[in-house]
């Protein structure tokens, strides 16, 4: 059974600072494209960050040089790395794997709040 299992959400204020987890089990980590994505009221999902089996990031333009993306395959974890934030970044923050060889698969945790207000 596959499970995708965020962590490190909260409430915090403007300007600071969380770290998201996702702890992966079920599935080959160390061959998996990971990601996070994340959810706004009345908006629809939308990509946050990447990163390839091999390591290689890539971040939507809001977040770029605010957040990183970064993994461990020996705890099968990946990491959201979150400063300076700002009240856009108020979401429901998500964790995806996808392995994108055949057979293809593609994995969703259930998410994590982030509320950044003052």
């Known amino acids: 059974q596959v499970q995708l299992v965020e962590s490190g959400g909260g409430l915090v204020q403007p300007g600071g600072s969380l770290r998201l987890s996702c702890a992966a089990s079920g599935i080959f980590f160390s061959i998996y494209a990971m990601g996070w994505y994340r959810q706004a009221p009345g908006k629809q999902r939308e990509l946050v960050a990447t990163i390839t089996s091999g390591g290689n990031t890539n971040y939507a333009d809001s977040v770029k040089g605010r957040f990183t993306i970064s993994r461990d395959d020996a705890k099968n974890t990946v990491y959201l790395q979150m400063n300076d934030l700002k009240p856009g970044d108020t979401a429901v923050y998500y964790c995806?794997?996808?392995?994108?060889?055949?057979?293809?698969?593609?994995?969703w945790g259930q998410g994590t709040q982030v509320t950044v207000s003052s």
């Open positions: 995806n794997a996808k392995k994108v060889s055949p057979p293809h698969r593609d994995y």
